[in-house]
Nanobody
Framework: QVQLVESGGGLVQPGGSLRLSCAAS????????IAWFRQAPGKEHEGLAC????????GYADSVKGRFTISTDNAKNTVYLQMNNLTPEDTAVYYC???????????????????WGRGTQVTVSS
């Protein structure tokens, strides 16, 4: 199974930006969609952005559309999440995940993803 390790989280002021990285031990003869999720305290996982290795399409949740961008660097086996114009509501633990299914961009569902990183904390506060 692929190993995923997130990095790049931290404390940022409202309106600021962060770029998260997700390094994979190996890609994706078996994994088809890659996605970013987050989980805020007391809340369920929220699917934020996905990338499909089928046709390189991307999908975004309405809550982050226009502010977050998912991208990949296959040479580095890394997936990125560029986050701009952050607000305190973006405070959460952010996870990357890999799926054996092609569901992106129509759907970003936690139940479709079976390989997960341990997460990186993002805190947006002044």
């Amino acid at each position: 199974q692929v190993q995923l390790v997130e990095s790049g989280g931290g404390l940022v002021q409202p309106g600021g930006s962060l770029r998260l990285s997700c390094a994979a031990s190996r890609f994706t003869l078996y994994y088809r969609d890659i996605a970013w999720f987050r989980q805020a305290p007391g809340k369920e996982h929220e699917g934020l952005a996905c990338f499909s290795n089928r046709d390189y399409s991307t999908g975004y949740a309405d809550s982050v559309k226009g502010r977050f961008t998912i991208s990949t660097d296959n040479a580095k086996n890394t997936v990125y999440l560029q986050m701009n114009n952050l607000t305190p509501e973006d405070t959460a633990v952010y996870y990357c995940a890999a799926s054996i299914y092609y569901k992106c961009p129509e759907k970003i569902s936690v139940t479709d993803y079976d390989a997960w990183g341990r997460g990186t904390q993002v805190t947006v506060s002044s």
